[in-house]
């Protein structure tokens, strides 16, 4: 049984994180097929319904397992992507990964990384991490501010699902 970090839904000046659920499967569906996502930052063969289901489905045994993981964002109720902490590997080595992606009708408007200071909160303060990582395709400049926004540093060029990707790294 994991432990209840009392995590399972936050809040900042104008978001919540709830803990994911499988009604949130038609949300991340059209999410993450929506046709504006650039082929060069996540190619379209990636972004199926069935991959978001996988993704929602690979959420909720996060959660079930460690008591945390990655949250559904929510907007005024409504659901505009993910946004969290989880397990992963990261440039060959196991790491907690710090991810989000938001539905295009709402990016530029600083809510991947207002909810990505309320993860690393959590993650320092809450899970008594050490360390988080984050990774991005090298042409994805939005995610690349984001980690930089929050202080992350660049550690790294791997390979990853096909693609060069870039490491950033926060330590506590």
Known sequence: MPIDFGIDRVATARLVGRRPEPGDAL???R???????AEEVWPEHLRT?????DLLQASIA????????PWTVLLDGEVIGYDGLRHAEVA??????????????HWGQGYATELAREALRVAFEVLELDE????????????????????MRH?????????PH???SLKR
Not at 31 to 37: A, H
Not at 62 to 68: A, I, L, N, S
Request: charge should be negative; aromatic fraction near 12%.
């Open 166 to 168: 870039v490491v950033y």
């Open 62 to 69: 996060h959660w079930e397992r460690w008591g945390f993981g």
């Open 92 to 105: 060959g080595k196991p790491a907690i990964e710090l991810m989000w992606f938001l539905d295009a009708d």
């Open 49 to 53: 319904t069935d991959r978001a289901a």
């Open 155 to 163: 550690v790294d060029t791997v390979m990853h699902a096909g693609l």
């Open 27 to 29: 949300a991340y569906a």
């Open 31 to 37: 999410i993450f097929t929506d046709g504006r996502v």
């Open 132 to 151: 988080v990582v984050a990774q991005t395709v090298d042409v994805n400049h939005a995610s690349r501010g984001v980690m930089e926004k929050l202080g």
